[in-house]
């Protein structure tokens, strides 16, 4: 299973999790058809800004909210970039969320900025792999700073294009990464960014995700979790009774093991879903626990089931004869059958089988599941695979491995005329531009505690080096938080819970200190002759 950074903005449409993926996006998304009032713009960009006279352009589009902009006191504008979904699932942030806050504390702009190939920012007509070669970090770096530069707002007359105007930059997750990275490549024009959940640890092989959900969860359900998995472990690498352990799954005829272990990822990925407004946030992961505590009969006592070992005797639930597995299998199996297989349509090697290269041939601009797949091959990783320590814990089967969960790279991603995608992604990239350490003056890092993107931060518990928080580079960690858990808010923070608003008071703060020392930069001296 490929580690997607949004969770559910990008979702594999066209393999194993095909119908996992769609009840995980149904899941953790809940905007009630919900619209916003504001207009999308349009901006024109250059296909490939490192090629003079490409002759190819394409147009990016972006919101605006202006409902709390003071002209001629040098507000600054807040954007937010739209990192790898569609710009309109950003627009909460332009409304309620940290660009309004900010805006609105400020007297400055919002603006959501959505990411070339996704949303309706398509600059070419297929998702060919010659095609996407023009979707990487330099490129979509370059948007950013050629919009800031040159935009025009609608109904705004001042020039407010940096750096002639602070310009601070904001993302969660991936765009957080970017945000960080902007603030680097171009501290011309971003005079200060926010880099919320910031992955700027590009790696090959994602296996702290997995652990962070392992120790933050409640005990009892992860050890469910980690037992229930080796338990299927075990019974997969002796070969007898593992048909009729698929079986217990819905999944009999599913021919290879590692599509089978691979879907047994999904319930996890509800844990980054989990959100403090209910009105986005997903309770799927608490739902899963409670699934692998339930009795297996009415004539089962729950406590005195819940407090004996895994494995006991009175656990044991016999499929057939020579054959039991503990109650949690069986009620891990259950919830596979009916949130994931009940949803398949087709036969199960049909749904759920990856070996079939035919299948993701397609490349029709209805084919979305392919872009964040190829920035994820390109250039960023995350390939999800247990912990190389043998004897640790593990969440994920033991079968799974960097080569089962790369192969789709080779097979959605043929050989282009004019591009080739790597054997393993290009992750220096990413990495040289501060990794763990990236640092710098008006750049803010904010992660949440138990975020399971952590490990590829700053705030890294594995890697990094813990940092002062000052005004000047503010280094924060939401309790409890998951993911970029600050972008979210209330128009009225103080009905927010008492770890956002006080992470948002504190952004307030330092923001406006920034801005305290912002200067237009002296204009080129001329002589007026007239």
């Not at 902009?69 to 940290?98: C, H, M, Q, W």
């Not at 930059?169 to 990464?177: L, T």
């Not at 469910?224 to 005829?253: E, M, T």
């Not at 626990?289 to 339930?294: D, F, G, M």
């Amino acid at each position: 299973m490929l580690v997607f950074e949004n969770g559910s903005d990008g979702g594999i449409c066209k393999n194993a999790f095909d119908v996992a993926q769609t009840y995980s996006e149904t899941l953790s998304t809940n905007e009630g058809g919900k619209t916003y009032d504001f207009r999308a713009q349009w901006f024109e960009q250059p296909l490939d800004h490192f090629v003079k006279h490409s002759g190819h352009s394409w147009h990016q589009r972006f919101w605006v909210n202006s409902r709390h902009y003071k002209p001629g006191t040098n507000a600054p504008v807040i954007v937010i970039d739209g990192g790898e979904t569609s710009g309109e699932d950003r627009l909460p942030f332009l409304d309620t969320g940290i660009a309004d806050i900010l805006a609105k504390s400020t007297g400055g702009i919002g603006v959501v900025l959505e990411h070339r190939y996704y949303g309706e920012s398509i600059p070419v007509s297929n998702f060919s792999t010659d095609s996407l070669r023009w979707l990487n970090n330099a490129q979509a770096a370059a948007d950013s700073a050629n919009f800031m530069r040159s935009v025009k707002f609608d109904g705004i007359q001042e020039d407010i294009t940096a750096p002639n105007t602070p310009w601070i930059y904001y993302g969660g997750s991936y765009a957080g990464a970017r945000a960080a990275h902007m603030r680097i490549l171009y501290p011309d024009l971003v005079y200060g960014a926010i880099a919320s959940s910031a992955v700027t640890h590009a790696t090959l092989e994602a296996w702290e995700y997995m652990n962070v959900i392992r120790d933050s969860a409640d005990p009892k359900c992860s050890n469910h979790i980690v037992n229930a998995i080796s338990s299927i472990d075990d019974i997969i690498q002796r070969g007898y009774f593992k048909r009729q352990l698929k079986a217990l799954f819905g999944l009999a005829d599913l021919e290879h093991d590692e599509d089978f272990v691979s879907i047994l990822e999904t319930p996890l990925g509800f844990w980054q879903a989990q959100c403090w407004d209910p009105e986005f946030g997903s309770t799927g992961f608490d739902g899963f626990c409670k699934t692998l505590s339930a009795p297996f009969s009415r004539i089962m006592n729950a406590a005195e089931i819940e407090a004996l070992p895994y494995g006991h005797e009175k656990r044991m639930v016999t499929i057939e004869q020579g054959f039991a597995v503990d109650i949690a299998v069986v009620n891990y199996a259950r919830w596979i059958k009916k949130h994931v297989v009940s949803r398949c349509t087709d036969t199960v090697e049909q749904c759920f089988g990856t070996y079939d290269d035919s299948q993701y041939q397609e490349t029709d601009l209805k084919q979305d599941w392919r872009l964040w797949l190829f920035q994820v091959c390109t250039e960023w990783g995350y390939f999800t695979t247990p912990p190389p320590d043998q004897k640790e814990r593990s969440l994920v089967s033991r079968l799974l491995n960097l080569g089962y969960e790369s192969k789709i790279c080779k097979q959605a991603f043929p050989n282009g005329e004019h591009f080739k995608v790597p054997g393993l992604p290009n992750i220096t990239v990413v990495n040289e531009l501060g990794d763990f350490d990236i640092a710098a003056d008006r750049l803010a890092i904010i992660d949440g505690e138990v975020d399971p993107w952590r490990p590829y931060t700053p705030h890294s518990q594995y890697y990094a080096v813990d940092r002062e928080d000052t005004i000047l580079r503010p280094f924060k960690i939401i309790p409890g938080g998951v993911h970029h858990y600050d972008e979210w808010g209330y128009t009225n923070i103080f009905d927010e819970p008492p770890e956002i608003r006080k992470v948002h008071a504190e952004m307030i703060e330092f923001v406006r200190e920034w801005l305290k020392d912002w200067k237009a930069p002296k204009a080129n001296s001329t002589t007026n002759l007239d």
